[in-house]
C-alpha cells in the first residue's frame, strides 16, 4: 500500500523527486540504494532506522486518553455546561466536537503516524517556510508547563494532609492558619439549627486552601508575590522527579507508567459517582446541571464557550497528538483511534458532571442554601468545594484519598504528553545532539520546567498561574491550530494529505473530513479569537486586577510564542539561494518524504541526484 503514489497533486512537489533542483548537491551522478541512503544520511544528519514504536496499542490509545481527559474535564466542563444552557449546552458542544474538535484530531494524529516525526520536523518537512510553528508549540508547551504541575502538587499537598491528622485539616476552624471569620458550613447551634453567616464568613476549607497550602493572605498581588513556599516546593519536586522517571526511557517507559496513571482516574470517578448518586439532594444537583435553557443557543457566547470547551480538551496544537501518532506503525487504523478516543473523552466530560454536582446537591441541602451559592469552578472546585463535601462523609479520608489520586493522575498523564511533546520534536529535529542523550535532555528540560514554576508556588502563585493560564496558551494555542491546517490543506495540499491516508489505511476520508479541514475547522476557530478579543476585559482574580504593565508583558509574552513564525519565515527567505520568487515557491512546497517513502522509492526506481 505505501507504493500507491500519485505525483501530481497540487498544494506541493511531485512524490518522484527526492530532491529539488536547488539541492546543495552539485554533480548528477547515479548511485545504487546503499549509496543513496548515504546521502540520505549526510544531508538529514541521522541515519535512515526503524523508528521507535510502542511495545502495545494499548500503550499508545493509553496515552492518548491520558492526555486528553485531564482536569479540565472534571473541574471546568460541568460548570461551563451549567453556565451555558445546561442540557441544552450539549447541541453547541457535540457540533463543535463534530466539526472542529474531532476533524483536527484525526488531522494530528494522520499527518503524525504518516510523517512519523515530531512537531517542529514536521514543518519544516511539509512547508519549510512555516517550520517555526514548531517552535512555536514547544514554547507553548513549555509555558503551561510552569504552571500546570504546580496544580498536581496543591493534590499532593492535599493527598498527604489526609494522611497527618484524625480529622481531615480543612474541615475545623481551631488551626494555626484559620481567621475569626472561619465559620464550619455545618456549624449548628444548641437547637440544632445551621449556624447563620455573615459575608464576611469563610468556609474552613477555603482558609485551609488559602491561608496554609498557599499562603495567599502574603501576597497583594503581582507586584508583591513573595517568598517560595517550601512545602509546596518539596511536593512540586515530587511531581518533577516522578515526570522525569517515567519519560527519560521514551515510549517504553511512558507506555508502561499509563496503564496506571489513565485507568486509575475511572475507578476514582466511577467510586465517587456512585457514591455521590447515593446522596441526599444529588437528584437537585443533577437535575440543576442538566436542566435545559434553551435561550441560550441563541447566544454567540454559548458556542464559542463550547468550541473552546471541545478544542482545550481534546489537545490538537499542542504538539501531542503528532508526537505520540509518529511512533506507531505505519498501518495502525488512526481512523478508529481517533473516534474511540474522542468519544471516551468527550463522555468522560459528561459524567464528570454527574460526579460533580451530585456532590453540589448534597452541600445545598447540608447548608440548607440554593445550588448558585454552591456552584463554582477551576480550583476552587476541586480544592474547597469538593474536598468540604467529601469531609461530612462516613469514611472521608478513604474518599479524599481516592479524590486527589484522581486529580495527579489526571495531571501527570497530561503532563508527560506535553513534555514527550517537546521531547519528540528536539530530538528528531536534533537527532544526534538531543535525540542521542535523551537522558541528558529530559533531565535539562525537567529542570528548566521546574525552575520556571517556582514563581507559582511562592505566596503570590495563584496570581502568576491565573497570568499564565491567560497569556501562556489560549489565543496563542488557537491560532497555531489555525496555521496548521492551513499549512496542512492548502500549502501541502489536502488532496495529497488524503492520499498519505490511504497508503496507511486502505480508505480515503469523505467529503465531511475534507470541508472540515479545509474550511469549517479553521473558521470556527478564527471566531472564537476574534471573539474572545472583541470580548476581552481585564484580567481579574478574586477582586484583584492586574496592572497595566502585566497586561503588556502577557501580549508580549504570546507575541513571542507566535514570533517564531515570521522570525523563522524571514531566516529561511534570507537563506535560501534564488530570486525572492524562487524562494518563495521553494519555501512553500514540501521539500523532504518520511524516510519509509523515501525507501519505497528506492526499492522501486533508480535515483538520480
Aim: net charge negative; glycine share 8%; aromatic share 16%.
Amino acid at each position: 500500500m505505501n507504493g500507491i503514489r500519485n505525483e501530481n497533486f497540487q498544494g506541493g512537489a511531485g512524490r518522484g523527486v527526492l530532491f529539488s533542483t536547488t539541492s546543495t548537491t552539485s554533480a548528477c551522478s547515479y548511485h545504487n540504494a546503499g549509496e543513496t541512503v548515504k546521502i540520505l544520511e549526510s544531508r538529514r544528519g541521522s541515519t535512515v532506522s526503524e523508528r521507535e514504536s510502542w511495545s502495545k496499542k494499548g500503550d499508545y490509545l493509553l496515552s492518548l486518553v491520558g492526555f486528553s481527559v485531564d482536569l479540565g474535564n472534571i473541574w471546568r466542563f460541568p460548570y461551563v455546561c451549567y453556565q451555558n444552557g445546561g442540557g441544552a449546552f450539549l447541541i453547541p458542544y457535540i457540533l463543535m466536537a463534530l466539526l472542529c474538535g474531532i476533524p483536527l484530531f484525526y488531522l494530528e494524529l494522520a499527518l503524525g503516524q504518516f510523517q512519523r516525526t515530531g512537531c517542529v520536523t514536521v514543518w519544516s518537512r511539509l512547508c519549510p517556510i512555516f517550520e517555526g510553528l514548531g517552535y512555536a508549540i514547544v514554547m507553548v508547551n513549555i509555558l503551561v508547563s510552569f504552571y500546570y504541575n504546580t496544580v498536581i502538587a496543591w493534590a499532593v499537598y492535599y493527598l498527604i494532609s489526609t494522611f497527618t491528622s484524625s480529622d481531615l485539616p480543612w474541615t475545623t476552624c481551631d488551626n494555626a492558619w484559620n481567621t475569626d471569620n472561619c465559620v464550619s458550613s455545618y456549624d449548628t447551634t444548641g437547637d440544632g439549627l445551621l449556624v447563620q453567616h455573615d459575608n464576611d464568613s469563610v468556609s474552613p476549607a477555603a482558609e485551609f486552601f488559602e491561608r496554609k497550602v498557599l499562603n495567599q493572605h502574603l501576597s497583594s498581588g503581582l507586584d508583591d508575590i513573595g517568598a517560595i513556599k517550601w512545602d509546596l516546593m518539596l511536593c512540586l519536586l515530587a511531581v518533577y522527579i516522578t515526570v522525569y522517571f517515567s519519560l527519560w526511557k521514551g515510549i517504553k517507559g511512558s507506555g508502561k507508567v499509563v496503564w496506571v496513571t489513565a485507568t486509575l482516574p475511572y475507578f476514582c470517578l466511577l467510586v465517587l459517582l456512585i457514591r455521590g448518586v447515593t446522596l441526599e439532594g444529588a437528584a437537585d444537583g443533577m437535575l440543576y446541571y442538566l436542566n435545559p435553557k434553551w435561550e441560550k443557543l441563541f447566544s454567540a457566547g454559548v458556542w464559542v464557550a463550547a468550541a473552546a470547551q471541545v478544542f482545550f480538551s481534546l489537545g490538537p496544537g499542542f504538539g501531542v497528538l503528532l508526537a505520540f501518532a509518529s511512533y506507531n506503525k505505519l498501518h495502525n487504523n488512526c481512523y478508529r483511534d481517533t473516534i474511540v478516543v474522542s468519544a471516551i473523552n468527550c463522555l468522560t466530560s459528561f459524567l464528570s458532571g454527574f460526579a460533580v454536582f451530585s456532590f453540589l446537591g448534597y452541600m445545598a441541602v447540608r447548608q440548607n442554601t440554593s445550588m448558585e451559592n454552591v456552584v463554582t469552578e477551576g480550583p476552587g472546585l476541586v480544592f474547597i468545594a469538593y474536598p468540604e463535601a467529601i469531609a461530612t462523609l462516613p469514611w472521608s479520608h478513604m474518599w479524599s484519598i481516592l479524590f486527589f489520586i484522581m486529580l495527579i493522575t489526571l495531571g501527570l498523564d497530561s503532563t508527560f504528553g506535553g513534555l514527550e511533546s517537546v521531547i519528540t520534536g528536539l530530538s528528531d529535529k536534533f537527532p544526534v545532539k538531543i535525540g542521542g542523550h535523551r537522558e541528558l535532555f529530559v533531565a535539562a528540560l525537567v529542570l528548566f520546567s521546574f525552575t520556571g514554576a517556582l514563581t507559582t508556588i511562592t505566596y503570590g502563585g495563584q496570581y502568576v498561574i491565573q497570568f499564565l493560564d491567560t497569556y501562556g496558551a489560549g489565543t496563542t494555542l488557537l491560532l497555531v491550530v489555525i496555521m496548521e491546517a492551513v499549512v496542512v490543506t492548502w500549502f501541502y495540499g489536502v488532496r495529497r494529505f488524503m492520499d498519505d491516508i490511504f497508503s496507511m489505511l486502505g480508505l480515503r476520508p469523505n467529503l465531511y473530513w475534507t470541508v472540515c479541514w479545509c474550511f469549517i475547522s479553521p473558521a470556527f476557530l478564527l471566531f472564537v479569537v476574534v471573539f474572545a478579543l472583541v470580548t476581552i476585559e481585564p484580567l481579574e482574580f478574586n477582586g484583584y486586577v492586574y496592572p497595566v504593565w502585566s497586561t503588556v508583558f502577557g501580549w508580549c509574552l504570546s507575541a513571542a510564542s507566535l514570533a517564531w513564525v515570521p522570525c523563522f519565515a524571514l531566516y529561511k527567505l534570507k537563506n535560501t539561494p534564488g530570486t525572492l520568487k524562487e524562494r518563495i515557491m521553494y519555501l512553500v512546497k514540501p521539500n523532504s518524504e518520511p524516510d519509509h517513502v523515501m525507501l519505497d522509492d528506492m526499492d522501486s526506481k533508480p535515483v538520480f541526484v
